[in-house]
């Protein structure tokens, strides 16, 4: 498996403002996931993170609302923008190792939008 | 539309009994299958993997594959109290490295001591 963290764990926002999650790995890992869980629901594939190149992001998430980045293969960020109270969530980033096809989480991060 | 349906529960069973958690799923070309359990405020932890038909075990964990039915199972013995969460299901049609996942919903699981 692989030792993943994200910051911060928890944050309140305002409407209208931005927030950044950042995902470490302590391994280098082959895909890069993020997934936004809504309270009460499951997990939504938000996009993969890919490395060096655009995320390919799932139907109904775009770029310009949910940025993500990937310098290198342990670490990749994900922006929120212009927040509104529908994005209080609770957003996870998700790896893949090299060797293999199990998929693991990271301990998550709780957003309240007020 | 690629769906992964789980009844929602809450499953509840008494300490020491089995607790059987199902799945089925839509798209016929799933090669990879997961089972995550979930505890309340936490994120969701990796429990069981099944790629071939037939049983699994790990433990007190066995995962069953039926590919022709399109059906996987989780089975809990000997539940335990902190086996209590909600169990996942998650399906791919990745046999490398690329695809991703497919959440069920979740099964709430509540073991009474």
């Known amino acids: 498996s692989a030792v993943i963290s994200q910051k911060p764990s928890r944050d309140i926002c305002q409407r209208g403002t931005s927030l950044t999650i950042q995902c470490q790995v302590d391994?280098?890992?082959?895909?890069m996931f993020w997934y936004r869980q809504q309270p009460g629901q499951s997990l939504t594939l938000i996009a993969t993170?890919?490395?060096?190149?655009?995320?390919?992001?799932e139907s109904g998430f775009v770029i310009d609302k949910f940025p993500i980045s990937r310098p290198n293969l342990t670490f990749s960020t994900l922006t929120v923008s212009n927040m509104s109270p529908e994005d209080s969530s609770i957003y996870l980033c998700?790896?893949?190792?090299?060797?293999?096809?199990?998929?693991?989480f990271g301990p998550g991060t709780r957003l309240t939008v007020t | 539309q690629k769906e992964v349906e789980q009844n929602s529960g809450p499953l509840s069973v008494p300490e020491g009994a089995i607790a059987s958690l199902n799945c089925t799923y839509s798209?016929?070309?799933?090669?990879?299958f997961f089972w995550y359990r979930q505890y309340s405020g936490k994120s969701p932890e990796l429990i069981m993997s099944?790629?071939?038909?037939g049983d699994k075990e790990d433990g007190r964990f066995t995962a069953q594959l039926n590919k022709a039915s399109q059906y996987v199972s989780l089975l809990i013995r000997d539940s335990q109290p902190s086996d209590s969460a909600t169990y996942l299901c998650?399906?791919?049609?990745?046999?490398?490295?690329?695809?991703?996942?497919?959440f069920g919903k979740g099964t709430k699981l509540s073991v009474k001591p």
């Open positions: 798209d016929r070309v799933s090669q990879s």
């Open positions: 391994s280098q890992v082959t895909m």
């Open positions: 998650a399906v791919s049609n990745y046999g490398g490295s690329q695809g991703n996942l497919i």
């Open positions: 099944i790629y071939s038909n």
């Open positions: 998700s790896v893949r190792l090299r060797t293999e096809t199990e998929q693991y």
């Open positions: 993170a890919n490395q060096g190149s655009e995320a390919t992001y």
